[in-house]
């Protein structure tokens, strides 16, 4: 059985944002009651192939970025579900590549060229 997390082993918010503004990638967590898990989140601005193919590696879950609803209108994104009943209500919009400097769309190159378009 995995130990506990006490709040002794959470960082303040201020040192994660220190990390993140220095290009480093962190793990945010949410509560054990809501989906208990935890997403590698890096800057935009720090994204590069190495760290996408990091997060394909170890995360081993879908690859996101965060995006204003004003700079999805936009990009004319339109949400993938029409009615979202997911339990969280999660906002994902159609898939997304960078309209030119891409291949196939799926290289973590390409990926990382899409985050920071």
Known sequence: MAPQSTSADV???EE?????RAGRMVVLVDEEDRENEGDLI????HVTPEAINFMA???RGLICLTLTEARCAQLGLA???RDNKSPYSTAFTVSIEAARGVTTGISAQDRALT???
């Open 11 to 13: 960082s303040p918010i």
């Open 16 to 20: 994660v944002i220190v990390e993140m």
């Open 42 to 45: 890096l800057a935009a601005e």
């Open 57 to 59: 590696r170890f995360g």
């Open 79 to 81: 949400q993938m579900a």
């Open 115 to 117: 985050i920071q378009a």
